[in-house]
T-cell receptor, first 117, second 116 residues
Framework: AQKITQTQPGMFVQEKEAVTLDCTYD???????LFWYKQPSSGEMIFLIY??????QNATEGRYSLNFQKARKSANLVISASQLGDSAMYFC??????????????FGKGTRLHILP | ETGVTQSPTHLIKTRGQQVTLRCSSQ?????VSWYQQALGQGPQFIFQ???????GRGNFPPRFSGLQFPNYSSELNVNALELDDSALYLC???????????????FGEGSRLTVL
């Protein structure tokens, strides 16, 4: 069964520094997709970045990049030049199949990121 | 800001009561999924509706039920509420179960349920 592990319950980072949020995963499927979501205090899950298992390059979206190490089954999120507005919960997630289609997401427990001024 | 709206945003119930949560999906999306997020945890998949039928279900008892309407909006019903049902309930909409590649799954801000 698919599993996502986030081992950092909380992190404190100085504004403008880069931060790496750890994520490891487990799956027996050769084809899979990995996501990172941001959840501010409002509760909404905001999609940040996606990495497909067959993608040749690490995904990047603005200040977000995904450090994908397939052999180690890790998919760490890197946020460059952190901002106060980056303070939130961050979830690593993976697609999981329903009825032979990729139709739901399983989430890790999350990492709470605090950006300090 | 996504087009997924949920109501109510907050509510308080007592054990044994029943609750109905509502979700309006993003325009053009025909699939709605519901997730339960307990405090300090990641969201857990409850079930998904596609074209008004349940398309898949997570590890939740039958007292969690749902509906999807012709306009693709959806309801989550929970009967015989228990204290452990206290959580943030998130609705997410997508197109055709997002069998595509990227994050075409859009979440609402959730309904926070407290069971006393």
């Amino acid at each position: 069964a698919q599993k996502i592990t986030q081992t950092q319950p909380g992190m404190f980072v100085q504004e403008k520094e880069a931060v790496t949020l750890d994520c490891t995963y487990d799956t027996s499927d050769p084809s899979y997709g990995l996501f990172w979501y941001k959840q501010p205090s409002s509760g909404e899950m905001i999609f940040l970045i996606y990495q497909g298992s067959y993608d040749q390059q690490n995904a990047t979206e603005g200040r977000y990049s995904l450090n994908f190490q397939k052999a180690r089954k890790s998919a760490n999120l890197v946020i460059s030049a952190s901002q106060l507005g980056d303070s939130a919960m961050y979830f690593c997630a993976m697609r999981d199949k329903i009825k032979d289609r990729d139709d739901k997401i399983i989430f890790g427990k999350g990492t709470r990121l605090h950006i300090l001024p | 800001e996504t087009g997924v709206t949920q109501s109510p945003t907050h509510l308080i119930k007592t054990r044994g009561q029943q609750v109905t949560l509502r979700c309006s999906s993003q325009s053009g999306h025909n699939t709605v999924s519901w997730y339960q997020q307990a405090l300090g945890q990641g969201p857990q998949f409850i079930f998904q509706y596609y074209r008004e039928e349940e398309n898949g279900r997570g590890n939740f008892p039958p007292r969690f039920s749902g509906l999807q309407f012709p306009n693709y909006s959806s309801e989550l019903n929970v009967n015989a509420l228990e204290l452990d049902d206290s959580a943030l309930y998130l609705c997410a909409s997508s197109l055709a179960g997002f069998s595509g590649a990227t994050g075409e799954l859009f979440f609402g801000e959730g309904s926070r349920l407290t069971v006393l």
